[in-house]
């Protein structure tokens, strides 16, 4: 019976380390919806750039009216405008258990800082889980995005419906499609993508923080990859 007895939440094992856990890929890789559920599983804050550039931006906020046209041409926010969102929401208490990132660094500037960031707040390791996918499959998996408007559930009208046309099926809200899912906005954030984040691959490889996950299998086999790589990370000092 040891799978009863060794914490089958695996809430444990993730509040005693304090990781930063962060989710690199393309666009369209499922880090979104591996990042909610290793969130859920380790009761860990899912901090999402993108989402929370959409928040300032619904809100009107200065940072969302910086932020909406970059987003919507597919490039990248400057970096200053980004790590000062990110250092605001690191250092809230929520965050003090680790957190999974998700979009978040995406340019060297952005890993640079992070490193000063878990420094400063003490983090343990670093664990980077790094969404390998056939750029062939992004494409479709981003043209067919839908997204739960209140609750973020992430669905796909061909590989992953919802039981009822653009509807959710865990909260009844409406799908929105987003609107840089467009083909030529995709085609602008995989270049962003290959020329800015892609380099962090190699960053994180060489520092030996880099957890490679096979992102094309179904989305549940590359949970529990995910989550076996989690509870085998090494404890922090
Ligand atoms: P995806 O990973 O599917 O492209 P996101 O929701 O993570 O979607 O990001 C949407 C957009 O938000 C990006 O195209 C970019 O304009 C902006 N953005 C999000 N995170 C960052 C970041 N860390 N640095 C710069 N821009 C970002």
């Known amino acids: 019976m040891a799978a009863a007895t060794a914490d089958p939440t695996g809430v444990r094992s993730m509040q005693r380390l304090g990781h930063a856990v962060i989710l690199l890929g393309p666009p369209g890789a499922g880090k979104g919806t591996q990042a909610q559920r290793i969130a859920e599983k380790y009761k860990l804050p899912h901090l999402s750039t993108g989402d929370m550039f959409r928040d300032n931006i619904r809100r009107e906020t200065e940072l969302g009216l910086k932020a909406k046209p970059m ?3 597919g490039e990248l926010v400057p ?14 208490p929520d965050c003090r ?3 999974v ?14 490193e000063r960031i878990c420094g400063k707040y003490n983090f343990g390791v670093t664990v980077v889980l790094h969404m390998v996918v056939d750029a062939a499959l992004l494409m479709r998996r981003l043209t067919g995005r839908r997204i739960c408007k209140s609750g973020g559930h992430i669905y796909n009208i061909y590989d992953r419906p919802p039981k009822q046309e653009g509807i959710c099926d865990q909260d009844g809200s409406e799908l929105i499609h987003r609107p840089d899912d467009t083909e030529g906005v995709i085609s602008e954030r995989l270049s962003a993508y290959e020329k800015q984040t892609r380099p962090l691959a190699e960053y994180y490889r060489t520092r030996k923080q880099l957890s490679p996950v096979d ?13 076996k790589i989690l509870d085998g990370a090494e404890t922090p000092r």
């Open 101 to 114: 990132f998700d979009g978040f660094p995406r340019t060297l500037a952005q890993a640079n800082d992070l």
């Open 97 to 99: 258990n680790g957190f």
């Open 79 to 92: 970096d200053d405008i980004v790590l000062r969102m990110v250092e605001d929401r690191i250092s809230q």
């Open 71 to 73: 987003m919507e041409r």
């Open 215 to 227: 992102a094309m299998a179904k989305a549940d086999d590359v949970t529990a990859s995910i989550a």
